[in-house]
Each structure stands twice: as structure tokens, then as C-alpha cells.
């Protein structure tokens, strides 16, 4: 297995119940390497370019709403299949069906305050990385 990248947001709803730490610990825990990371707050433009693929999702606006509510913390994460072990420690996107001992199951509020987002492929990690880095802001 290749050592690969991915790209983690942890959501306003988990920065304003301070688990900016307890996540990361689980990421690292997991053998995740916090190799760029910064907290930001998102504008309403950046949200929905980010999340441009679910535009025609009912969920979209409110979605977008969620993600500019309060800071995030925008992070790449480096390590073996990166973007798989992410997946697995985030658990389901509902946290009612996430497996216990993943991220979603133990923090997060809903199926849309799922505390944490993660790449679905590698092909996306490099696109989402790139929407909120620039290179020499990731150091391994
Ligand atoms: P994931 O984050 O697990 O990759 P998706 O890419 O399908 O999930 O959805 C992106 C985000 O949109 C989710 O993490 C969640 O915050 C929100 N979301 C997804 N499905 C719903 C839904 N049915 N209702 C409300 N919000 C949703
Ligand atoms: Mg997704």
C-alpha cells in the first residue's frame, strides 16, 4: 500500500464543542499524519464550490448554511491508502449507522453535523486539497 493523501475538514459543529483536539487525536490514532491544517471560517462562495457536486441535493442550502455557521478546521492528512483509513475512522455519514469507535458514532450531533468530512477518492483528496492549500502550506 502506497502512503497517499487525503483531505479533512473538521465541521463548525465540532469546533464549537472544542473536539478540535479529540478528533485529531483520533485521526492520528488511526495512523493519520496531520501533515497541513489551519482553521478557517468558510464564505458562503467557498461552501458551495466545495460542495458544487451536491448542488441539486435538497440538502445543499442547508448544507451550505452548516458549513459557514462558525470556524472549520481544514486539514491533509497523510498516511498508508490515506483516503480509505479516513473513510473508515469517519464512519457513515449518519451517525446512526456508524460503526462504534468511529469519529461520526462518538461526536457527531446529526446526519448533517457529522463533525468531520473526508475525500471520497484520491482524485478528489487532489482537488479538494488544492481548493484550500497551496503547496508549500503542506509540509510531510
Ligand atoms: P460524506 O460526508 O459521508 O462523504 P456526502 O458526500 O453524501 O457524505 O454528503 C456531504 C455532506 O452533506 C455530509 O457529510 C452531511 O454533512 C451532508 N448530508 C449528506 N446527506 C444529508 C442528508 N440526507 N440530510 C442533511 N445533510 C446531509
Ligand atoms: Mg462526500
Given at each position: 500500500m502506497a502512503v497517499t493523501r487525503t483531505f479533512s475538514i473538521i465541521k463548525p459543529d465540532a469546533t464549537r464543542r472544542n473536539l478540535t483536539g479529540a478528533v485529531t487525536k483520533m485521526l492520528e490514532e488511526a495512523g493519520?499524519?496531520?501533515v497541513a491544517s489551519k482553521r478557517m471560517r468558510m464564505t458562503r462562495d467557498q461552501a458551495e464550490g466545495f460542495y458544487a457536486v451536491h448542488r441539486?441535493?435538497?440538502?445543499f442550502n442547508d448544507l451550505c448554511n452548516f458549513m459557514t455557521s462558525g470556524p472549520v478546521v481544514v486539514q491533509v492528512l497523510e498516511g498508508e491508502n490515506a483516503v480509505a483509513r479516513n473513510r473508515e475512522i469517519m464512519g457513515a455519514t449518519n451517525p446512526a449507522q456508524a460503526d462504534e469507535g468511529t469519529i461520526r458514532k462518538t461526536y457527531a450531533e446529526s446526519i448533517e453535523a457529522n463533525s468531520v468530512h473526508g475525500s471520497d477518492s484520491d482524485e478528489n483528496a487532489k482537488i479538494e486539497i488544492n481548493f484550500f492549500f497551496k503547496p508549500e502550506e503542506i509540509v510531510g
Open positions: 493519520l499524519r496531520v441539486e441535493r435538497p440538502f
